[in-house]
């Protein structure tokens, strides 16, 4: 039976004997090996009561069997819900009693501490890590081949939790057609072919690791080097095995503190893609002097995949997200009156295409607050669009300082600080304040072994910036607060800091 998702992504490479995945170690499973594993994977969730529709949350350490077991609900008509695996079992609780899940997997070593979660939630609770756990098992003594269950573009096919850096998470409602038509896309616009060996080395609970990267290597029908996370010796060992590599930041500055990462390590790579987070331009530029090659950022979030891309060819502009993707529109509108605004005043971004998701499961007033009846979807970040469609984020929305009525966008002087002596990184909020609304505070992480010169810097400051946007109070810590996907949480800041001008 047709299935929109599973045929193109799966069922396209029955008999494929080329390599899906390499593994650390070296072993190579073929697409072919790959699709029959999760053909048992598909029979076990049927024996587990797993009907079409149902939502199946798993929290399991990064391997090949989680990949089979999307693939299975996407041939079975399940919805694959993957969690953080740094999450709690309270806050895993949260997540499977507010999806309703049917059956929560989770690793073998927590099946213990997680009972209790599923049983509270009335889900049924399997194991599954690489080569063991209960699911697992249960698959091996199934048929190799399952009839897939039919399934339309606007069937829900994924449920991913945002990240919860500025609030309690979101689950947000993916589709089918969300999923293939953003992967058909990046194929296009990436180039990527059969040819590509991904080294993926991202968390695969997370879109970014999952959607976009797995996702793109099915469609193309390449092989991805799956590495269990972020492990610098591993990525400078493989390298020479991969045509492509796509991360966040981190990867970026851990790869550059390397001196084993050289012009020559890379020089055969056809493309480095980052994303999740704001690349610093410096990162880009010190990557581009140490290998020739120019990072591709592009941005995306958990409800809409990916939205906007610097070009293949052409400019990769640092510091800027690229343009619209093929088939998404972007706009940057004003946040109170949501008219879009000229090129190069700062608003809310809001996108519009196949790629955005359904809805926030169980919020409608949220939805409806954030996906307009027009499509278009108001994504919190703020931007700036220049004359040739580049995108730059300059911040989330609920970031934005307002004092005294002026706005005032935090990177501008994050940026500024991070270039300061001593600083290693920085955080500015706003923080209630008796004359002017709100005032600027700004958090700083001083480099391994340095004390900043407070004052210095805010007498390079007074040059720089215009009074009303210079830090009123600096704070040095020892780290910023971020959440799990690595993300600063700017809501824990101004809960610290709500009475420093008071
Ligand atoms: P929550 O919505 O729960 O607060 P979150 O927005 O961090 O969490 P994700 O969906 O994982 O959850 O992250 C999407 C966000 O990540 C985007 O809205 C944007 O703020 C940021 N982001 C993604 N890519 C980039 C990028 N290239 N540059 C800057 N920011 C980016
Ligand atoms: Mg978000």
Not at 65 to 81: D, K, N, P, R, T
Not at 397 to 420: C, Q, T, V, W
Not at 443 to 463: C, F, K, N, Q, R
């Amino acid at each position: 039976m047709a299935n929109h998702l599973y045929d193109a992504l799966f069922g396209v490479h029955r008999g494929n004997r080329k390599p899906f995945l390499i593994l650390p170690d070296g072993t190579e499973i073929t697409y072919d090996a790959f699709l029959r594993q999760a053909a048992r994977f598909a029979h076990a969730l049927a024996a587990c009561g797993v009907q079409t529709g149902d939502r199946v949350a798993v929290q399991v350490d990064k391997c090949p069997e989680m990949i089979a077991l999307f693939a299975a609900c996407a041939q079975s008509g399940a919805v694959f819900l993957p969690l953080n695996t740094a999450y709690t079992p309270a806050e895993v609780s949260y997540f499977v009693e507010n999806s309703e899940a049917k059956l929560f997997v989770c690793a073998p070593e927590k099946a213990d501490d997680l009972a209790p979660v599923a049983l509270a939630c009335g889900a049924r609770l399997e194991t599954l890590a690489h080569g063991r756990g209960s699911l697992t098992d249960l698959a091996a003594t199934q048929p190799e081949t399952f009839e897939t269950v039919a399934r339309g573009p606007d069937d829900l096919a994924g449920f991913l939790y945002t990240s919860g850096t500025t609030g309690r998470s979101k689950g947000a409602m993916l589709t089918q057609d969300n999923l293939l038509s953003n992967a058909r896309t990046l194929v296009d616009v990436w180039r990527f072919s059969s040819d590509d060996v991904l080294l993926h080395a991202l968390p695969i609970f997370h879109t970014h690791g999952l959607f976009v990267a797995t996702n793109v290597i099915l469609l193309a029908g390449g092989s991805m080097i799956f590495l269990p996370k972020l492990d610098v010796d591993q990525l400078i060992d493989w390298m020479p095995k991969a045509t492509t590599l796509m991360g966040v930041p981190t990867f970026y500055t851990r790869l550059l503190d390397d001196a084993r990462f050289t012009g020559d390590l890379a020089a055969h790579m056809r493309l480095f893609i980052s994303g999740s987070a704001p690349l610093l331009a410096a990162t880009h530029e010190a990557f581009e002097a140490r290998t020739g090659h120019r990072i591709l950022e592009r941005y995306g979030m958990t409800e809409t995949n990916m939205n906007t891309s610097n070009p293949y060819d052409g400019n990769r502009r640092a510091g800027t997200v690229g343009q619209a993707l093929p088939g998404v529109e972007v706009k940057v509108c004003d946040p109170e009156t949501g008219q879009a605004l000229p090129v190069g005043e700062i608003g809310v971004v809001q996108v519009r295409g196949p790629n955005v998701f359904k809805g926030y499961w169980r919020m409608p007033e949220k939805t409806a607050e954030e996906l307009r009846a027009d499509g278009f979807f108001i994504t919190g970040d703020l931007g700036r669009l220049d004359a040739d469609g580049y995108l730059t984020i300059v911040g989330r929305n609920k970031d934005l300082i307002i004092s005294g009525g002026y706005n005032i966008y935090p990177k501008e002087i994050e940026l500024l600080l991070d270039a300061a002596p001593g600083v290693m990184e920085s955080a500015v909020i706003g923080a209630p304040h008796p004359d002017f609304g709100e005032s600027v505070v700004a958090v700083l992480v001083p480099e391994a072994g340095a004390t900043p010169d407070l004052a210095a810097i805010a007498a390079a400051l007074d040059g720089q910036l215009a009074r009303f946007k210079q830090p009123r109070r600096m704070v040095v810590v020892d780290a910023l607060p971020r959440n799990t996907m690595g993300k600063v949480q700017k809501n824990v800041l101004r809960e610290t800091y709500k009475a420093i001008f008071t």
